[in-house]
């Protein structure tokens, strides 16, 4: 009897801390709502605590911007919390894809809750970056690693004011480009961005995200 492949439920652990705290907050969303809640399912209020330690967990690294002294132990702690309620939140979803009738359910179960069948792979430090430009107020600068082998592409950035919802602001056929922002000064505002292929070449690729989690607008 040939012994169906084994798929593995994994949580993409972004290394900005930002990032990971709000791709926490996607994945119990996906799980609260379809497709994802009709695969798990937890006792009430299980999630809505677990959202509360995330947002708790960003309130704390909003915190350390500030430089006071004691607010990283503080905010590590909080990390700590979610980092837990992720790792119990995906044994559930993996027990639910051992207890598939096959390998393609396996599979979408793992898509509907949001998480992933191969291993993050973090990209080079290089790949993305997003600053402010030093010379025109309003303006930020972005720059992506260029498409391999000069591949035709266009480089796509997206916005978002609270780090969890992302919205479309600018698609360039150029690697390097500016952006006028249109926020009032100081605004807090978090970025990724993606490379879009020809479908023969791939499509959209996956997003990237800058070293600096949060921009403070200028």
């Not at 990971?20 to 994945?27: E, K, M, Q, R």
């Not at 799980?31 to 999630?47: D, K, Y």
Request: aromatic share 8%; net charge positive; glycine share 6%.
């Amino acid at each position: 009897m040939k012994k169906r492949k084994q798929v593995k439920a994994i949580f993409w652990f972004a290394i900005n801390v930002s990032q990971f705290l709000s791709d926490a907050l996607a994945f119990y969303k996906a799980l609260l709502n379809p497709p994802g809640s009709s695969h798990v399912s937890f006792a009430s209020g299980v999630i809505s605590a677990a959202q509360t330690r995330a947002t708790n967990a960003q309130n704390a690294e909003s915190n350390v911007t500030s430089h006071t002294v004691g607010l990283t132990k503080t905010r590590d702690v909080a990390l700590g919390l979610v980092t837990t309620d992720v790792d119990n939140f995906v044994m559930v979803v993996q027990t639910a894809v051992n207890n598939a009738a096959d390998v393609a359910t396996a599979n979408q179960i793992v898509a509907d809750c949001l998480l992933h069948t191969k291993k993050y792979t973090p990209p080079s430090k290089d790949a993305f970056k997003i600053e402010n430009d030093e010379l025109l107020p309003g303006q930020i600068d972005v720059s992506f690693k260029a498409a391999a082998n000069r591949a035709r592409a266009s480089y796509e950035l997206q916005e978002s004011t609270d780090g969890i919802n992302y919205a479309t602001v600018k698609c360039s056929p150029d690697a390097h480009f500016k952006y006028p922002h249109l926020k009032s000064l100081g605004t807090k505002l978090w970025h990724r961005g993606r490379i879009n292929l020809s479908e023969k070449k791939g499509g959209a690729q996956p997003w990237l995200y800058p070293g600096t989690a949060v921009l403070f607008t200028k």
